[in-house]
Nanobody, 119 residues
Framework: QVQLVESGGGLVQAGGSLRLSCAAS????????MGWFRQAPGKEREFVAE????????YYADSVKGRFIISRDNAKNTVYLQMNSLKPEDTAVYYC????????????WGQGTQVTVSS
């Protein structure tokens, strides 16, 4: 069982930056693939970024590639999402998620943190 708690959301102007954090409980954090997802009002939840258990592999949605950076610190049981050059269309609730490496679907989810980008 993994519990995830996101933080770092807020209101920022377009072009600004935010860093989201996701703190995980449990001693097996380093064995999980971690991801960030987001859901805008009236839209389905969408994939943002993913990082492998060791941090060696990262994947991004085309919409954030080159602007967002996912990273993790296994010693701190924390995954981060550095968001740069933010756009109003990045406004959403951002969720952290975890899955075992071989699983197809994410099994554990945080409660979400709101990111609002003003134009």
């Amino acid at each position: 069982q993994v519990q995830l708690v996101e933080s770092g959301g807020g209101l920022v102007q377009a072009g600004g930056s935010l860093r989201l954090s996701c703190a995980a409980s449990g001693r097996t954090f380093s064995t999980y693939t971690m991801g960030w997802f987001r859901q805008a009002p009236g839209k389905e939840r969408e994939f943002v970024a993913e990082i492998s258990w060791g941090g060696g592999n990262t994947y991004y949605a085309d919409s954030v590639k080159g602007r967002f950076i996912i990273s993790r610190d296994n010693a701190k049981n924390t995954v981060y999402l550095q968001m740069n050059s933010l756009k109003p269309e990045d406004t959403a609730v951002y969720y952290c998620a975890a899955k075992v490496a071989i699983a197809a679907n994410y099994a554990y989810w945080g409660q979400g943190t709101q990111v609002t980008v003003s134009s």
